[in-house]
């Protein structure tokens, strides 16, 4: 066991200290650092972009829901049938539907403006 | 840790990594600086996460380890390299070549653990505790794989 444990003492694989080797390995952390800048500053981007479309997709909801609010249908002077139907239901539920139509909105902004990648 | 004192830890430890890679690899020069090149990048990328709690060779040693191993699940196992470790040790003597044929050509043959506790220990002079701390095993296991390795070297050489 001596024998073997001193022929791998002595034969240690030689390996040269190679400048080449030290420059590829620089070469190749610019690289990184280059994708990591552009990482980031997509992520920047999607950051705000998220933050815009949240304030809007707020603004538009309180906007619609002060519309509804201040400024209810009148159903007796819309027109009998389907439509009437309609716009009494809008009149009855406005309050009810505004709110998932602004949530719809919002999660929809959210999801696409997170849809950026790094080419 | 910024790049310029990343590299400097590096060139502190291109010498041991590379032969490290190389033993691990057969003698396979290229395959061995293919591998160093991605533990590097790899590093290089979680350096932040760099703590400081081991050695950085230790760290940058696990690194590329876990390289290698990714690299042997990827690939086939290849054919012996032989006319790379002669090509690139000619230079020492055809004695000296051939003791580094028979040597690549008996780790080749060793299981992976085996080969990367003997290249620690005998070529990088690691302590246990640093090839346990490597190789992500206890040190019992690492004591186990190199009386397994010494066994295995003694009836090929």
Redesign the interface.
Known sequence: ?KE??K???E????????PA??L???R??EQ??GIKAEVDRQRGRGRRALIVALVAGLALGMAASALAFFYPVNAVSVDEGLWQSFRLFLQEYKLLLIYPIAALAITLSLVLSRKTTVQ | MTRERFIDEVRQQQEPLRRFLLALCGGNAPLADDIAQEALVRAYVASGSFLGLSKFSTWLFRIAYNCYIDHCRKSRPEETPLREAESVLAADGADRSFRYQQLYLALERLPEKERAAIALFYFEDRSIKEIASILQMPQGTVKYHLSLGRNHLKDML
């Open positions: 066991m073997i444990e022929f791998l003492r034969n240690k694989p030689q390996v040269k200290d190679d080797f030290i590829e390995a620089r190749r952390m990184v650092e």
